[in-house]
DNA sequence: TGTACATCAGTGAACGCGCGTTCACTGATGTAC
DNA sequence: TGTACATCAGTGAACGCGCGTTCACTGATGTAC
């Protein structure tokens, strides 16, 4: 096992801030190891560092990887949506609510433990504010399509932002409680606004 | 420093209930040692073993006593605005969003990350289940008092599941961000939300 | 193109640190007479 | 009530463990000629 093409070593960079970017929003930053990282990558711990200058600098990448995916997976509901002629608020939501693959998570939810109790380093914050003003950004101007109804533009803004809240609050509730009727009420509760939303 | 005498010894004890409850909300559950507590109290480690079995033992009861404070919470800010003849549902959620005292986070949210990625022990997950479930119910069944102008009382009680949910949702967002433009807006909006929604 | 050497990606043991927990000990409190 | 002894709340050092990070080392890769 000697010095590795520096190909193979960029494949290999590639491949930890994926992996990581995962396992982060599965299990959560503090509970995954810089050597639980690696060996998942099969590979051991003191490489990681002639890749990167600490695990902060991969939590960052990662962050950024993981909000990027998201809004490529909102791209993709929208444009499923749009194909069946769908409310898209409607369609989103039951998407980001029916979504429990641990590895899926939103990254707003996963990361915001790291991030609120003073765990990240400033990269990583930074990271994690544009990736979620992002995820909010594409939310509201998507619903702004769907105004018709309201009484004037503002308020048609105002309720895309409490939809916004409430599917991140329910999904947040959802996660620490597991199944329960009274989650399930509240789901099916922001699933029915979302359609309500969409089609005044 | 010999043997307390069994009174004090249980001062003491709920003493230290109470600081790790403060503690383990401002701070984490993660970020707070059973150290910490103890000396948060003027005693030393070992003694916390004469008073609890685990760590996971203190932190069940702490969830405990901070639902508890959060229900008692609650009553008051209910009581208050009975006084002021001012809308319930306005009330709460203003008093919530504005609660920015790191002491008094919201358990829900607080407490969200130790029982999601599996640090919780049975007891502390049932006691944080049962305590969001209390304050769930307390909302739902208090904004019941004013579905006056709404299509059905389904329709009522759903509009407030999604204000709860908008709610909590907010305030996570506005912990992880910190003051930005766009969340005050989200604030606002649910704020608006809950006003509409007792007038209704 | 072939050769000699420098580079450096990855290895795996070791470091310091903080954690939850244990333990021998202290001495004031509680109790038996 | 007073005395002798057992109890046990609290002390503070120590334990084992996992963490992020460092380091001497290996040997295939990259480069200079």
Redesign the interface.
């Known amino acids: 096992m000697g010095r590795s093409s520096q190909q193979q070593a960029s494949e290999n960079r590639a491949k930890i801030v994926e992996t990581a970017s995962r396992m982060f929003r599965e ?2 930053v ?2 995954v190891s810089v050597s639980d990282v690696m060996a998942a990558n099969g590979m051991t711990v003191g490489g990681f560092y002639k890749q990167f200058d600490s695990k902060d600098a991969l939590v960052a990448e990662a962050f950024s990887l993981a909000f990027d995916q998201s809004l490529d997976a909102w791209d993709d509901v929208y444009q499923q949506a749009d194909a069946k002629a769908e409310n898209r608020a409607s369609a989103l939501v039951r998407q980001y609510l029916r979504n429990t693959a641990a590895k899926r998570r939103c990254p ?2 996963a990361f ?2 790291h ?5 990240a380093d400033q990269a990583s914050v930074e990271a ?2 544009a990736g ?2 992002d995820l ?2 594409k939310f509201i101007s998507e619903m702004k399509g769907a105004t018709g109804g309201h009484a004037t533009p503002d308020a048609a ?3 895309s ?10 999904r ?2 959802a ?3 597991g199944n ?1 009727p ?1 989650v399930e ?2 789901e ?3 699933n ?2 979302a359609k309500q939303q969409g089609h005044r």
């Open positions: 299990l959560g503090e509970n707003v939810l915001a433990p991030v609120i109790n003073g765990g994690y504010k979620t003003k909010f950004d803004e105002r309720d932002m409490v939809l916004f809240a409430a599917m991140v609050g329910a947040a509730i996660q620490a409680i329960a009274w009420a509240i099916a509760a922001v029915q606004a």
